[in-house]
């Protein structure tokens, strides 16, 4: 920290703004003052702090109102109030130092090592700082106070005794936050694939978990400061503090001053406390400000995407289209109107630009379409496309940093403009929204049929009951089983996939016009996605409602649209019917994008391998979580069998909770087996300790889902893939190097790269980089789980490339785990296919996602929409009933 | 108790999966809570009496210099201080246990008869400074989080920072300054003549407000309602800007919620939707970390106490310390231990009730 300080002051400042900055500075001004009256105290202050009558011998008088000589008047003790004031910072400014120096240097090794290494240490330790955290502070430090103060009078004695008390208080402060910091840290997938290629405990504490734990140091230290100053003051109002005759100190004199109040004596309390307010002050504003500079959460967020990312599309955009102008639509619909097409919503030139911190950001130039009753428009798009601030735009639903312009017509009204209280009615009763991810979208401390019987109550006159009846109707109309009894129930008591039927309850509560659909089932597993869409359909037949359903998913498109609308970066780039579109795509971005798109049941896929050496050998394999207090243990796997052999890739698949990912995490030994055994290479892994594993873990290579935590924040690109050469080889510094470098070409990146910070890439770069650091030992064995579900489709068709181009040429084996079966079925030789901890079917690729034996396989097979309208009509077709049960 | 507002976890607890068998959530979550609060209390009372033991012979440090060591030493020998400290420590938990605090040295008080005494004054002041807390905090952080980075948050950020940074006791001073000259009562918890009186009421509660109603006589509830004003907001004022700023950085996270979107987006009012939406959510962690406050409220009382010689628990308390009669010291402090450990485990309560997924 110290050694940063000179750095990170300038760094701070200039990540500030506006009334932030004005605070921190003013927080670091107060602070130099005070800082520079306790260096200085003996040639700033007039007299000594104890001193009662000048050099002279002429005595000062007690209780003498401010004067010329004495500025700040005398005490009742006859002292000068200024000098005491001024030696008083000194005491002050010499204790806080301390006490925060003390409490860090023993709170954050106690709560970094009780964090990552839990247990019973961790429990004893948390249980013991709770409990001296729960008591008053104060009080805590007046019997420690009085332990330590056996006859110390001396000055330096006296301050030592006040610091250790104050950091007896602080100590566990320090532990709470270190702790809890160290526990989110350390099951980040940087610090996971650190253990997964053998770095030893303490590189990893300090590498990887302290220096990401250490950003919230400067806020807890400069916070904790302000709190010493007041516990300090409080210990000698209290007179348990310094010794009087030894420092002079602001609680002490303020509670001699206490008796002065009640007849009108101002200058003796006044003045100390307004120093111990001023100098608290400081340190607040200047922790509070750091706070919000450096907490995430508290930040204005502009798009939801990193500039990076946008840019690596920009990129693949110009690529195909050799242009960057983005604003050439190509629509295939005839321009002029159809008198004859009634509208119910239709958007004109609609432009959305957001104000954020780092000025202007358009994120919508003009966008036009337009939807009819009973009809469902697709807008498409990768990220950073507008499409989601298009749709919330419709109902005034962005944040206040936004402008929106052009227009927005319901019937023959127009929306944009109008003012909230107009608004109100025609949202949730005319227009009304699903949202992506149902478990946020549902305020978790009321009913379901709560939060329905108030849109219905915002809209219709209608009694308690009388809403209640229809929330019942409602849920029983969107297939909610049982919906009596599950209408009051909570949210947190309902699957995904019933908690979006909730969420279209509410919107098809009022019959609205239009339902604006935000990404409705990309939070959902696969088959209940597919029920999901269903009972979209459904509705729409019913009702007659317009549908303009947001989606990144071409399969959903393909298997919902009438027409489609394709954005790119806030423009429409093509808009067509969706058979026109899907059969032949005028925009080479579509055509670009229709192609990324992995097709489920291709032809040419890869067969199997003929290789006997086998690489990894799961055998029986259970892994059980044990239960929090009173409920059972969790079996995650369950006696599950798999081989992968050398140059094959066994395609894992399976829905969220099937167990797939903890057989990656077991296979690696980040997880520990509860029985059944796992042998890479022919060396038996499971049931090893960390320090006996650690010479096999070359064997082997990782790659994480998500892009955007697998790599150190805090360490650059070269140092991430350098870290398994220092620890699992004796290369020297030059040899690294050059090894980097030629890994990095290999992932087709170049050696520039390895110069700069994970933040500085994009989710797509950021996994090439992932793959190369798995691959920086040349493993036998590669465990790739959910490689590329974070990425947008043309990105990844990239890596899905390069993977295939490197996995051929190394001949590594591979275990691959995907929810998607579209993305396994172009690069896996064989599938496994997972369901609740069970292995439910394996086989080669194309007898089990040709051919499927189970009756799970064939559900999950039929549920997955193709990227063609007219396959996924008859694939709709064929599989009937297959899919209703699901909820 | 800043670093543990700003440093909280923010935002309300993920839902854990649920898995069928065992017990109920709720009846699982209480029970929980009250086997820790078993430990918790455990810790803090055997800190209690380790710290209180290596601070030396308490006979000695409070009657040393005045007793021969003949009278000192059958002093000891009479409150069990020659035996050795594992039976002593048995006695003073067994002791714990039938609700024995021990007794003072000096005056020779029972340690529960300073909590039903001293306590209730402790309890009255509580009581009015979490009232001035809740009318500061609530509303005003309500306002601070409406008008974000504005003109009223920025003046109201600034106010919780200052009275913050502003000592109890400095805050009791300027009150002192202001009020005295009007002749407004700054110290004591009622007139002599009202708590002369007040003594004959029965039954007598110690709570004064209580007593004076009992007593029914309209200028001696005015006196005790006159003589709590200045303490409940000196206290008041600093938990109030606690509050006021926890629910501002509350409200302001749950706004931006996604179920917040969703109800604006049927059609619900803005007004509900700050009301029953945000506000309500922001309430969980809220209640938790006002749950931390009591023991702020506690460390706080004793200043105030001493501040405005108002004679409750922490006004005693030090008084003994000062007296050094560290029996008395060890009592109380057991006592404010287990007011602790009850505290937040009722907050625990209060959680459950606030949050259904803490119930269901």
Known sequence: MAVNAKRFVPTIVRQSHGLQRFMLLLGFAIIAVFLFIAIFAPWLAPYDFNADRTADGVVFGTQQAPSAAHWFGTTVGGTDVLSRVIFG?????????????????????????????????????????????????????????IVLSGGSSSAFGGIMAAAISITVVFIPQYFRVIRNATIAVKVEPYVDSARVVGVRTPRILRKHIFSNVSSSLPVIGTLNASEAILTLAGLGFLGFGIEPSAAAEWGYDLNKAMPDASSGIWWTGVFPGLAIVLIVLGATLVGESLNDILNPLLRNRGTDTTSADEAEIAHQFEEVTGDEDASVEVRTAPVAPDPKRVVALSLTNLEVT?????????????????????????????????????????????????????????????????????????????????????????????????????????????SKKDARKRAVELLEMVGMPDPEHRVDYYPHQLSGGQKQRVVIAMAIACEPDVIIADEPTTALDVTVQAAILELLLSLRERLGTAIVLITHNMGVVADMADRVVVMYRGNVVESAPSRELFASPKHPYTRALLDAVPHLGRENGPGLVDANELVLKVDDLVVEFPGRFGQPTFRAVDHVSLEVRKGEVLGLVGESGSGKSTIGRTAVGLQQPTSGTIDVSGNRISGLSDRELRPYRSRFGFVFQDPASSLNPRMSIGQCIAEPLHVQTEMTQKEVDAKVRSLLESVELGGSYAER??????????????????????????????????????????????????????????????HDLAVVDTLANRVAVMQDGKLVEVGPREQVLGNPQEEYTKRLIAAVPVPDPVEQQRRREERGHLLTDIS | MTTAEIMAPTGPPEAEPRRRGGLSPLTRYLLVRAA?????????????????????????????????????????????????????????????????????????????????????ATLELAFWSLLVAFAIGIPLGRVAARYRDRFPDVMLRLFAILVYAAPVFFVGLLLKLAFSPFGWPSSGRASINTELTLQDVDPQTHIMIVDAFLWGDPAMIGDVLKHAMLPAIALGLLTGGVFLRLVRVNLLQTMRMDYVTAARARGVSERRVLNKHAFRNALVPVVTVMGLQIALLLGGAILTETTFEWKGLGYQLAEYLIKRDFLAVQGIVTLIAIIVGVTSFLIDVIVAFVDPRVRF
């Not at chain 1, 249980?127 to 729960?134: E, F, N, Q, S």
């Not at chain 1, 920086?776 to 390069?802: C, F, G, H, K, Y």
Request: charged share 15%; with cysteine; aromatic share 6%.
């Open chain 1, 89 to 145: 910072t000194r005491t002050a400014v010499e204790v806080i130092l301390l006490a925060v120096v003390l409490s860090g240097i023993i709170g954050v090794p106690l709560g970094l090592v009780s964090g990552f290494l839990g247990g019973w240490l961790d429990r004893i330790l948390v249980l013991i700082m709770d409990a001296l955290y729960a008591f008053p502070s104060l009080l805590l430090a007046i019997v420690v106070a």
């Open chain 1, 354 to 462: 957001f104000q954020t911190d780092g000025g202007q950001v358009h994120a919508v130039n003009g966008v036009t379409f337009d939807v009819a009753p009973g009809e469902v428009v697709a807008v498409v798009g990768e990220s950073g496309s507008g499409k989601s601030v298009s749709s919330r735009a419709i109902l005034g639903l962005l944040p206040s940093s936004a402008e929106v312009g052009g227009s927005v017509t319901l019937g023959n009204r127009e929306l944009l403009g109008m003012s909230e209280d107009t608004l109100r009615p025609i949202r949730g009763d005319q227009v009304s929204m699903v949202f992506q991810e149902p478990s946020t979208a549902l305020n978790p401390v009321y009913t379901v049929g709560w939060q329905i019987i108030e849109g219905l109550q915002a809209h219709t006159k209608i």
């Open chain 1, 757 to 818: 910070f994970p933040h500085e890439l994009s989710g797509g770069q950021r996994q090439r980089v992932s793959l190369a650091r798995a691959l920086s030992l040349d493993p036998d064995l590669l465990i790739a789980d959910e490689p590329t579900s974070a990425l947008d489709v043309s990105v990844q068709a990239r890596v899905l490339e390069l993977f295939t181009e490197l996995q051929h040429r190394l001949q590594f084996a591979c275990l691959f785990i995907s």
């Open chain 2, 36 to 120: 820790l609060l078993v430990p918790t209390v455990w810790v803090l009372v055997t800190m209690v009496f380790l710290l209180m033991r290596v601070i030396g012979d308490p006979i000695q440090a409070a009657l040393g210099g005045r007793l021969s060591p003949e009278q000192i030493a059958e002093r000891k020998a009479e409150a069990g201080l020659d035996r050795p400290i594992l039976t002593q420590y048995w006695e003073y938990l067994t002791g714990l246990f039938r609700g024995d605090f021990g007794t003072t040295l000096t005056d020779n008080r029972k340690v529960s008869t300073i909590l039903v005494e001293n306590g209730a």
